[in-house]
């Protein structure tokens, strides 16, 4: 008579995975509510067609190129560890930063940018929205810049274990999670802008 027990590397492994899954769920929910509040700001401070004379739709559109990019390596980069590949794991996770760093450099430019030019934080109830949505993503980004940086530190130097694999699996959802947020952005605070909505 067989008896089936239970792998406690798999359980361990799936716990994990659940546990960020739910993390991203709160993760979105607060994005959510920061959306909300940026479309309620825009219909109440100051329409849709005025901001679209301060935000480029242009210039968002090449940073989404660069986060689709960061997206889809880290994808790859999160199958390569689960196949066990060391040297395609580095390289597409280091691919990932890459284009990860361009879009945070882009999108800190922007911000900068309308800075000078006087739309700062107290011009108005929509920019406040429109910095306090754009700079929680900014974050969001800037820490998972260092994340790489730090998991891949140990996979040089130790190879692939089941606690690397388990750490970059979480890694590869986590940018995934922020590329769908920017598609959100984008549509909201870009090209809904950009349309006169």
């Known amino acids: 008579m067989s008896h ?6 798999h359980d361990h492994y799936a716990k994990t995975i659940f546990g960020f899954w739910l993390f991203l769920l709160t993760d979105f929910v607060l994005f959510g509510t920061l959306f909300a509040t940026y479309v309620v700001l825009a219909q109440t401070n100051m329409p849709f067609k005025i901001s679209a004379t301060i935000i480029n739709i242009d210039y968002a559109g090449i940073q989404s190129f660069f986060l689709l990019t960061a997206s889809f390596f880290a994808g790859l980069g999160g199958a390569s560890a689960h196949r066990k590949n060391r040297a395609q794991t580095l390289i597409f996770f280091g691919l990932t930063f890459f284009f990860a760093s361009i879009f945070t450099l882009y ?3 922007d911000m900068s940018r309308l ?3 006087g739309y700062t934080w107290q011009h108005s109830g929509l920019l406040s929205g429109f910095y306090t949505l754009i700079g929680t ?4 980004l800037v820490l998972g810049l260092i994340w790489v940086i730090v998991l891949l530190i140990p996979v040089i130097k130790e190879g ?3 606690q690397s694999i ?4 979480c890694l590869r959802m986590f940018f995934q999670f922020l590329n769908i947020i920017w598609v959100f952005t984008f549509t909201i605070v870009y090209f809904l802008d950009k349309g006169g909505i």
Do not use: G, V
Not at 4 to 9: I, N, V
Not at 166 to 169: H, I
């Open 4 to 9: 089936d027990y239970p792998d406690p590397h």
């Open 107 to 109: 999108e800190f430019l």
């Open 115 to 117: 800075i000078h030019l």
């Open 137 to 140: 993503h900014f974050f969001h």
């Open 160 to 162: 692939l274990t089941a």
């Open 166 to 169: 388990l750490r970059l699996s």
